[in-house]
């Protein structure tokens, strides 16, 4: 067996943590990490580094050429690392924990994360740099574009469509066949039974826009 490869975690947040367990317990037929360091600032994250006994590093701009990232942020700060990784040739880390169900005709895309107990049931297409929390359940002939971020518990029913850069957070089910469009927010809880907007942020049961301040 070959040796795992070397893998830094940036993160925002004590999200890392859950990112270590989703690295300890991967699905078998992906390659193997050894986390080399924590990338990021904050008591957490510094608290995580010492437990690993890896560095805790301010940025990417360490790392050998050639190490494995795995990013567990929000978009801005995704685009501000990939930037910089693009720079020293460094790669971006697929993640999938070995509790999920990947259906036929599944793709995920480069840089994802996949969380414990994600299901993924069958012609899904998951984007580049997608974050599907624990529990999130992705039905049949769903797509969603790069960077979506799916918090834990969320429902998306088939068909749904979801576009760059949003977030569909905690428990929220989106019912079958509505495009949430890009850049949009559906609040943690809702139910979303008609198209989404690009930019627009819904919450409630079922959910309606909230106007802007
Ligand atoms: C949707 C969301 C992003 C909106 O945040 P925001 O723009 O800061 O909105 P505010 O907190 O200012 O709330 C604005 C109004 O919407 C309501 N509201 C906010 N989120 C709501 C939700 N999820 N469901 C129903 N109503 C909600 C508020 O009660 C408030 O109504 P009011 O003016 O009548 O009091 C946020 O509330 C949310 O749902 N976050 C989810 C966090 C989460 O699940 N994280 C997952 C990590 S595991």
């Known amino acids: 067996m070959s040796d795992p490869l070397p893998l830094a975690i940036v993160s925002g947040s004590g999200a890392a943590f859950e990112v270590v367990g989703i690295v300890e317990n991967l699905r078998p037929e992906g390659p193997r990490f050894a986390i080399s360091a924590i990338v990021g600032s904050g008591e957490l994250l510094a608290d995580l580094a010492g437990r690993l006994s890896v560095p805790l590093l301010a940025d990417v701009s360490s790392l050998p050429p050639g190490t494995h990232v795995a990013i567990s942020a929000g978009h801005a700060l995704q685009v501000q690392v990939l930037a910089a990784m693009a720079r020293q040739s460094l790669l971006s880390a697929t993640l999938i924990h070995a509790d999920t169900t990947l259906g036929p005709w ?108």
């Open 106 to 213: 599944v793709t995920i895309g480069q840089g994802s994360v996949l969380a414990p107990g994600v299901r993924v049931t069958g012609n899904v297409l998951v984007g580049n740099h997608c974050q599907l929390h624990t529990g999130a359940i992705v039905s049949h002939d769903g797509v969603l574009a790069d960077f979506v971020t799916l918090s834990p518990s969320v429902t998306l029913c088939g068909g749904v469509t979801v576009g760059a850069r949003s977030t569909v957070f905690a428990g929220a089910t989106v019912m079958p066949g509505v495009t949430i469009g890009a850049d949009a927010v559906v609040g943690a809880g809702a139910l979303v039974n008609r198209d989404v907007a690009d930019g627009a942020t819904v919450v409630g049961v079922p959910a309606r826009p909230l106007p802007r301040g």
